[in-house]
T-cell receptor, first 110, second 111 residues
């Protein structure tokens, strides 16, 4: 079964700073990866996906995938207080099931 | 308008009782899922359904039974409730290989 591990568990960055979140997965055959964000009291919402090795940029968010090292990361540039949330890395199995990491709690301090 | 409706939003149950969590999606997706989120195991996969058929079940206990009466419905029946079942239960839906859309969850407290 897919194992997904995230680090750090929590992260505090100043407003305008860079937040870097990391994720490792166990199944070398994995092909589809997502980052989800969850605000308190809500369900998780998909932030961005990445399917190919390298970087994918969407606005202030950049995802990086390295399948050989079983690693995916998310970098948030110019962090805003509204970015404060729980962030999950998710990896899709062959049966369309998403396996989630344990999450990184991001706090952006004004 | 919410695309995935989960009812009820909050639920308090007595140990040993039975409850049904409701989920309806209006996205036209063919796959639906149940996940559980608690302090001990964040976003734990429970079941997946595709075209109303069970595809994967990673819930050890038979006390948890999904029920799909229509293609856009996937309810979750939980019997013989235990305090350890206390968690937020999320329903989600997707097309194949696409991102999931999650509902807002049902927060279950078993006392």
């Amino acid at each position: 079964q897919q194992k997904v591990q995230q680090s750090p568990e929590s992260l505090i960055v100043p407003e305008g700073g860079m937040a870097s979140l990391n994720c490792t997965f166990s199944d070398r055959n994995s092909q589809y990866f997502w980052w989800y964000r969850q605000h308190s009291g809500e369900g998780p919402k998909a932030l961005m996906s990445i399917f190919s090795n390298g970087d994918k940029k969407e606005g202030r968010f950049t995802a990086h995938l390295n399948k050989a090292s079983l690693h995916v990361s998310l970098h948030i540039k110019d962090s805003q207080p509204s970015d404060s949330a729980l962030y999950f890395c998710a990896v899709m199995s062959n049966y369309n099931v998403l396996y989630f990491g344990s999450g990184t709690k991001l706090t952006v301090e004004p | 308008d919410p695309k995935i409706i989960q009812k009820p939003k909050y639920l308090v149950a007595v140990t040993g009782s039975e409850k049904i969590l409701i989920c309806e999606q209006y996205l036209g997706h063919n796959a639906m899922y149940w996940y559980r989120q608690s302090a001990k195991k964040p976003l734990e996969f429970m079941f997946s359904y595709s075209y109303q058929k069970l595809m994967d079940n990673q819930t050890a206990s038979s006390r948890f039974q999904p029920q799909s009466s229509k293609k856009n419905h996937l309810d979750l029946q939980i019997t013989a409730l235990k305090p350890d079942d206390s968690a937020t239960y999320f329903c989600a839906s997707s097309h194949r290989n696409s991102d999931y859309t999650f509902g807002s969850g049902t927060r279950l407290l078993v006392i």
